[in-house]
């Protein structure tokens, strides 16, 4: 039985590495790009409207994606009036989304590009639902190649309208409103989601229980939003958009903790899925989170000890000042990913209310924090309010959960892992080589102490891959 789960772990992540990796990394490269090519106050804006759609996409469409996957991978269930429901309230909300336009004239910043945030929004919106259609039917390489496909095309149009065109913000936005447009057709296509016609007559019963689970989520987006973003908006409310684009890119890197780790997350989601109800499911989930602990700490450590470095040859020199908001960030982001790793439990037992008050939780006092340290500290307000947040929405979460699983976090990955993390932060404000060099041995030494952890599970994993590469 163990080998049969590690099996189909350690499958569902290698597709998702796949899918995801190469997508995570070509998107890391173009960092580069947009600092050169656009000015803080620029990239500072094109931030903003990013902003702005991750706010509005949950809200014209019910949130309806995450409901198409979760509801999808039930036994038995109806795929096809499942997409019908999904395709039925994207159409609908793609109409109600056309009041984004009179919105985007009360910002000086977004009204010259109203007409582009609505296309970007919806085809956006289109992309997602038609991968999330993809996963619930468990057609993992089809939606490891679109995520794949999405990339290349972003990159491939940023070089074309940003870089040789000079399209400026306009350029930008073409970019991601073509990638997402060709992706959605794509996915649609594989998903045989154009077999079903666009008509109103679906499950009214599913329909109901699919929107109930979805809806109550869309809170939580935006208690999501409050914690990701509202501090770019109100740094550049308070300060101004080009403290907003150093910020973005100081936030661009701590991310990659989650982006990376959000790989693995997505295969777990399915074996806990799987998982629920066994005879072993709690001790399973925890040996899981043990190894996950080690894993994500680790990488927090290694990009505290190097982001410096790195950021004084990834950027141009005005962004360089990044780093100093970082460390914060680096914090926050390792204990996100061990708090969305926790709030699987929430998705395995339909549990959004679980997901909408840890969200609440944590906007509350991100958005109380910004407001008082923001005017005080600046950039360092914001950074250090986003970092609270997430580590108090895993310990709420940590708590939470005790209802369907207790987690153990009293063992020498965690423990060890966050005493060395918060110390490396000190650490990297002592801009000296021997300050570097401290941090790198904390580094060594926590490497060295978590490999036996690793090595059965790494030699595992790579046998396993073999052979299914093989087949």
Not at 13 to 37: A, D, M, R, W
Not at 62 to 84: G, P
Not at 132 to 149: F, M, P, S, T, V
Not at 376 to 399: D, E, H, N, P
């Amino acid at each position: 039985m163990e080998n049969s789960r590690n099996k189909y772990l350690i499958k569902n992540t290698f597709i998702f590495t796949i899918g995801n990796l190469g997508s995570k990394l070509i998107n890391f490269f173009l960092v580069p790009i947009y600092t050169y090519v656009l000015t803080t106050a620029q990239y500072g804006t094109v931030d903003l409207v990013s902003t702005v759609c991750t706010v509005t996409i949950p809200i014209f469409t019910l949130n309806i994606c995450e409901s198409v996957m979760r509801f999808a991978l039930d036994k038995n269930a109806d795929k096809e009036q499942i997409i019908r429901i999904g395709s039925t309230v994207l159409l609908i909300g793609s109409i109600i989304a056309l009041l984004i336009v009179p919105f985007c004239g009360f910002f000086s910043q977004l009204d010259r590009y109203k007409f582009y945030i609505y296309f970007y929004s919806i085809t956006l919106a289109a992309s997602l639902l038609y991968l999330c259609d993809l996963r619930g039917k468990e057609l993992l390489i089809q939606y490891a190649c679109g995520n794949i496909l999405y990339t290349f095309l972003v990159a491939v149009f940023n070089i074309i309208f940003l870089v040789k065109c000079k399209g400026g913000i306009e350029g930008y936005l073409l970019a991601f409103i073509l990638a997402n447009t060709i992706t959605a057709i794509y996915a649609l296509i594989c998903g045989k989601g154009y077999k079903l016609p666009f008509v109103f007559y679906f499950d009214k019963k599913l329909f109901l229980r699919m929107t109930k689970y979805s809806i109550v989520l869309i809170p939580n987006s935006f208690m999501w939003w409050i914690m990701n973003s509202s501090d770019r908006v109100m740094l550049s409310s308070m300060i101004g958009v080009a403290a907003n684009g150093i910020f973005a890119v100081s936030y661009k890197l701590p991310t990659l903790v989650t982006t990376t780790t959000s790989i693995f997350n997505q295969a777990w989601s399915y074996s806990a899925i799987k998982e629920n109800g066994a005879r072993d499911e709690g001790e399973y989930n925890n040996q899981i989170l043990f190894k996950m602990t080690g894993l994500v700490m680790f990488i927090g450590i290694g990009m505290m000890t190097f982001i410096k470095p790195f950021l004084s040859v990834y950027v141009s020199k005005e962004y360089y000042c990044a780093w100093k908001y970082t460390p914060f960030l680096i914090i926050g982001c390792v204990y996100l990913t061990l708090a969305t790793f926790i709030g699987t439990s929430y998705t395995v037992h339909k549990d959004s209310f679980g997901y909408l008050f840890s969200g609440l939780f944590g906007a509350v006092v991100n958005l109380g924090l910004n407001y008082v340290l923001i005017q005080k500290i600046g950039m360092y307000g914001a950074a250090f309010s986003t970092g609270a947040s997430y580590i108090l929405v895993f310990i709420y979460r940590l708590i939470h959960t005790r209802k369907y699983i207790v987690y153990r976090i009293n063992n020498f990955p965690f423990i060890v892992g966050s005493v060395l993390l918060i110390l490396s932060a000190f650490l990297i404000y002592w801009d000296t080589f021997a300050g570097f060099t401290i941090q790198l041995v904390l580094l060594v030494i926590y490497a060295l102490s978590i490999w036996k952890i690793f090595s059965l599970w790494i030699t595992f994993a790579f046998k396993k891959i073999t052979n299914y590469l093989r087949k």
